[in-house]
């Protein structure tokens, strides 16, 4: 299986704790373009989900005019789905509740501006 | 009284998270400075957001300012938080006086026990009795403890007419403003949008004072829907809040009761984690007003 560029980038949020899977998807598509997940995670159905909702922040904030979204975390129960994006790509992590936002939010964000 | 507002700032200053801003911003009311009073109490409030005290101090320094509504909403949360707050009984009768509901201000007023009352509440009751007595005949004008004449005519209906609910169905008209005191700045805008994505209450203004509340409803209200979506496709529960950090400004979300949704917009200049207190603050102020409205 070819390694992408991505590998070691999700392999090192996926180390962070209460991190179940990271992802690069591709936003216009919904498709993984790579994942590092734990097993039982779905991984296309959580990139396809990730995508889309990144795709409607954007054009939600591009309508507010708030400028380009850089980050987005949902929140739920049980834990819930970061997203940062750099042009098509976008990258995404799915946590547990007991995930360290704060520290992922920061790696995510420089991670980001490294996705081409 | 100079005095004591610089060594309540000093003390302050040393501990921002002291108690002392309810004093402070008590003393800064009470010497006319009602703007800073505001920005004192509002800060405090975010720090100490359960303390029915310093909702009563905010109450104070609305109602100073000729605001009874956002002084009633404040009474009224100091009385959820302590359902015995004998000065937000006496701040909500008065304001019930001010709009001539006499009935309700008498018994507002004599929910205060005898033994709690102070001269003031007393008085404030014997007011209002007396002026309830005079009512039926004579009609002249009712005069507020304050002397100053109430702001609206008083009723000359006789005491057998039903008593009108407690408190009285929202001003269309003021749910522009229902957020108002839950933000923190002229750089935050708060907005409740129904499941259909319609405006329920709150403003949006854009960079150019245009009113683009409706338009900002209708796209946010399709990103709500994406995110209860994945949520139960990924099995971790019912959304909790969405956060979005765009270049110009941060938006959050979180479900609101009757499958509406609140969103709370705010500059880049304010911190993310204060975007969320916001939006637990704007969401208190929603459910209560849902809860008034139907």
């Given at each position: 299986m070819t390694k992408t560029p991505y590998a070691e980038l999700l392999a090192m949020l996926s180390r962070h704790r209460g991190v179940v899977g990271s992802f690069v998807v591709s936003e216009r598509d919904g498709l993984a373009v790579d994942s590092n997940v734990q097993i039982g995670v779905q991984a296309?159905?959580?990139?396809?989900l990730a995508a889309s909702l990144h795709r409607k922040a954007r054009l939600a904030c591009g309508a507010a005019g708030c400028g380009i979204v850089t980050f987005l975390r949902l929140d739920a129960e049980k834990g819930g789905i970061c997203a940062a994006g750099r042009?098509?790509?976008?990258?995404?992590?799915i946590s547990e509740a007991r995930a360290n936002i704060g520290l992922l939010r920061v790696e995510m964000m420089r991670a980001a501006k490294a996705l081409t | 009284m100079p005095e004591e507002i610089r060594r309540l700032s000093d003390d302050l200053a040393r501990d921002p998270s002291s108690l002392v801003f309810m004093r402070l911003a008590d003393a800064l009311r009470r010497a006319g400075q009602l703007d800073v009073a505001l920005r004192v109490a509002v800060r405090g409030l975010d720090r100490h957001p359960y303390l029915p005290d310093a909702h009563d101090v905010l109450a104070r320094i609305h109602a100073d300012r000729g605001d009874l509504e956002r002084a009633s909403d404040e009474w009224e949360m100091a009385l959820r938080?302590?359902?015995s707050h004998a000065q937000a009984n006496l701040g909500l009768g008065f304001v019930e006086f001010r709009r001539g509901d006499l009935e309700s201000a008498e018994r507002r007023l004599s929910t205060v026990p005898p033994a709690e009352q102070t001269p003031g509440v007393a008085a404030a009751l014997a007011h209002v009795r007396s002026a309830l007595g005079a009512r039926p005949g004579n009609g002249a004008a009712v005069v507020v403890p304050n002397g100053s004449p109430p702001a609206e005519p008083v009723r000359t209906s006789p005491r057998s007419t039903p008593l009108v609910p407690e408190f009285p169905p929202p001003d269309?008209?003021?749910?522009k403003q229902l957020f108002d005191s839950a933000l923190d700045g002229s750089d935050q805008h708060a907005l409740l949008v129904d499941a259909d994505g319609l405006v329920l209450a709150g403003a949006y203004t854009d960079?150019?004072?245009?009113d683009?509340?409706?338009v900002i409803a209708a796209e946010l209200a399709g990103v709500s829907s994406e995110a209860e979506r994945a949520m139960r496709h990924l099995g971790l529960g019912a959304w909790a809040s969405l956060l979005v950090e765009a270049d110009e400004a941060i938006v959050a979300m979180t479900p609101a009761p009757n499958g509406s949704v609140l969103v709370v917009t705010a500059s880049r200049r304010t911190p993310v984690g204060l975007v969320r207190l916001l939006l637990d603050r704007a969401l208190g102020r929603a459910r209560d007003w849902l809860v008034r409205v139907s």
């Open positions: 296309e159905a959580v990139a396809a042009d098509d790509l976008v990258l995404v992590t | 938080l302590d359902p269309p008209s003021r749910t960079g150019s004072g245009n683009i509340a409706d």
